[in-house]
């Protein structure tokens, strides 16, 4: 079965910066692609990051130059570090895998989803 935990999540200044970590079990992770997608109140879930089997990584717009997605195969986990964090950057973040895939952008190309991790900007 296929489990996905992420952590790393918390309360943070504006400017300031979060590691986020998500990782998986039950999965032969070299063959996922992986991604990172956030869901901020009353807001419908939006693509944050990507990172593809190869290592090509995807960052949305909102978040390039500050975000960065990487991942470790030995130890079959992604991260997301957060720099220069923003108010509204405040959201639960959600890890997901895609067995073979690109690296997609659209939330609906992913076959297995964590939890989320709870992140707060305060101003």
């Known amino acids: 079965q296929v489990q996905l935990v992420e952590s790393g999540g918390g309360l943070v200044q504006t400017g300031g910066s979060l590691r986020l970590s998500c990782a998986a079990s039950g999965l032969t992770f070299s063959r996922y692609a992986m991604g990172w997608f956030r869901q901020a109140p009353k807001k419908e879930r939006e693509f944050v990051a990507a990172i593809s089997r190869s290592g090509g990584e995807f960052v949305a717009g909102s978040v390039k130059g500050r975000f960065t997605i990487s991942r470790d195969n030995a130890k079959n986990t992604v991260y997301l570090q957060m720099n220069s964090l923003k108010p509204e950057d405040t959201a639960v973040y959600f890890c997901?895998?895609?067995?073979?895939?690109?690296?997609?952008?659209?939330?609906?190309?992913?076959?297995?989803w964590g939890r989320g991790t709870q992140v707060t900007v305060s101003s």
């Open positions: 997901a895998a895609d067995l073979y895939g690109p690296g997609s952008i659209r939330e609906h190309d992913y076959d297995n």
